[in-house]
């Protein structure tokens, strides 16, 4: 069985849209390497920040990446509630769903989940350390 792992929102957004580390761990997933999970919550929160202007997407351009999601991830319905992180509280689901999921490791960017480096023993690290495990 694939080990478990949670990236958040912008390892995803940098990986669909750039090359460099963050599309290398998606190759990790795509390649069945590791079981990427997802939930509704994270689903919804990428397509909300993928459709901010900045990124100049239309919907017809965020469809085929949140379908390429779907086809290598595992939905989790996430039952757990999590408020360890105060200071953002949209990054709480990706701690929830790293339990409620039995996740290996969380990847992030963000300072607000790096900051508290582990959440029910489940380590958050950057996307280069991702790539040497």
Known sequence: MARRVVFDTNILISGYLWKGPPRQAIEKVSDKEWTLLISK???????????????????????????????????????????AIRTDLTDNMFLALAVDGSAEVIVSGDHHLLDIRQFAD????????????
């Open 41 to 83: 919550e994270t689903t919804d929160e990428l397509i909300r920040v993928l459709a901010y202007r900045k990124f100049s997407l239309s919907p017809e351009e965020i469809q085929p990446i949140v379908e390429d999601l779907f086809r290598i991830s595992e939905i989790i319905e996430v039952t757990t509630k999590v408020t």
């Open 122 to 133: 489940v380590p958050i690290i950057r996307v280069r350390r991702f790539l040497q495990l």
